[in-house]
């Protein structure tokens, strides 16, 4: 048998393949692997710790926090700017962005991330996750960083990855070479390498939206799943999990399509275009898929604000293409 390779062996060996991984990365993505089981650990006890419910604030966005919301949120920023590679921070938890050692003079990266997505789906058990990015500075080393630093294309993207607190924990990342997912043994806390090269495989069978939003949704987006519904039975099917990061997993390993789409009373979406479309459209272009909004490629996007909100469309390929046919077909984004 072969043996298995862990996560860290993974990383090393990944920064002698590519040059532009610097040690800095290395440690910066060990970080990421350890915040992740220390809010692993506290997901599975979540029902036995008194951490379930919510946690009496809210986040920038309005929305109630839920105690483990803020507790990965902490844990997060806690590990991250204790190492000497992240300069700054910008989190779906959080109103502005953090600067790190002396305002953000060191460290060549800034951090995006949603620390716990898909809350609403903690209380019930159900599966969860965290997403991230890591971009690298774009001001000179041993100046204070600037929004510029955070308000950066998609393209512009070093590494993205999740976490999965599911049936059993997965950490999925791109480094730009392909997508690569690690398992965790939860007898000994570690992920080891166990879907390697991932891929969208060329048939997609699901697609995966809140229905309740279809009909204050654009023509095209309807469209199109009247088309996929004409094939239910027959080849589609329609699954939603309500936790981004799950459904998109699912829809990775078994080929399909995720819709958020905008609405009259929410023109820009749900969706946080930093936390959550450019990190899972980093990953689904590494991964053969691709990802939209109404208009254009998210990764092509340029960031306006750190909370900004975007419409998107995720998935193989093939089905992204069908929705924007329907695009085509109606009188365009609306
Ligand atoms: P969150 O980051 O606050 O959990 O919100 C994002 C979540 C996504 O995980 C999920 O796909 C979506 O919101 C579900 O929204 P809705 O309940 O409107 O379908
Ligand atoms: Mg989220």
């Known amino acids: 048998m072969p043996k298995a390779i862990t996560l860290q062996e993974f990383i090393m060996d990944s920064q002698a393949e590519f040059p532009f991984v610097s040690g800095q990365l290395t440690r910066l993505l060990t970080d990421i692997g350890v915040a992740a089981k220390i809010v692993n650990h506290q997901v599975n006890r979540a029902g036995l710790a008194g951490i379930l419910g919510q946690s009496g604030s809210q986040?920038?966005?309005?929305?109630?926090?839920?105690?483990?919301?803020?507790?990965?949120?902490?844990?997060?920023?806690?590990?991250l700017t204790a190492g000497k590679s992240v300069a700054g921070i910008g989190s779906e938890e959080q109103e502005d962005y953090i600067l790190c050692h002396d305002?953000?003079?060191?460290?060549k990266y800034v951090v995006m991330i949603d620390p716990l997505d898909g809350s609403s789906n903690i209380d019930v058990n159900v599966s969860?996750?965290?997403?991230?990015?890591?971009?690298?500075?774009?001001?000179?080393?041993?100046?204070?960083?600037?929004?510029?630093?955070?308000?950066?294309?998609g393209t512009e993207q070093v590494v993205a990855g999740y976490i999965l607190y599911g049936s059993s924990t997965m950490l999925v990342y791109t480094t730009g070479t392909g997508v690569n997912g690690f398992t965790m043994d939860p007898a000994i806390g570690e992920f080891f390498l166990s879907h390697p090269k991932m891929e969208f495989p060329e048939s997609?069978?699901?697609?995966?939206?809140?229905d309740a939003l279809l009909h204050k949704a654009p023509q095209a987006v309807q469209k199109f799943i009247g088309g996929c519904r004409e094939t239910l039975g027959v080849g589609l099917k329609a699954r939603y999990i309500g936790s981004l990061v799950t459904d998109f997993h699912r829809n990775l390993i078994k080929g399909g399509i995720y819709l958020y789409p905008s609405t009259e009373s929410n023109p820009e979406g749900?969706?946080?275009?930093?936390?959550?479309?450019?990190?899972?459209?980093?990953?689904?272009?590494?991964?053969?898929?691709?990802?939209?909004?109404?208009?254009?490629?998210i990764l092509e996007i340029q960031p306006r604000a750190l909370h900004e909100r975007s419409p998107f469309y995720v998935g193989s390929r093939n089905m992204v293409q069908g929705l924007r046919s329907c695009w085509m077909a109606t009188s365009g984004p609306e």
């Not at 986040?59 to 590990?79: G, P, S, W, Y």
């Not at 971009?135 to 100046?143: A, D, I, M, N, S």
């Not at 969706?271 to 208009?295: K, S, V």
Request: a negative charge; glycine letters at 6%.
């Open 128 to 153: 969860i996750g965290t997403i991230f990015s890591i971009y690298r500075r774009v001001t000179l080393l041993g100046e204070p960083l600037s929004s510029q630093d955070f308000l950066q294309k």
């Open 103 to 107: 305002q953000g003079k060191e460290g």
């Open 59 to 79: 986040n920038t966005h309005n929305e109630d926090q839920q105690k483990l919301d803020v507790f990965a949120d902490k844990t997060f920023m806690r590990i």
């Open 270 to 297: 749900k969706l946080r275009l930093m936390y959550e479309c450019n990190p899972l459209a980093f990953i689904a272009q590494q991964a053969g898929g691709t990802a939209e909004n109404n208009t254009s490629d």
């Open 204 to 210: 997609a069978i699901i697609y995966s939206i809140n």
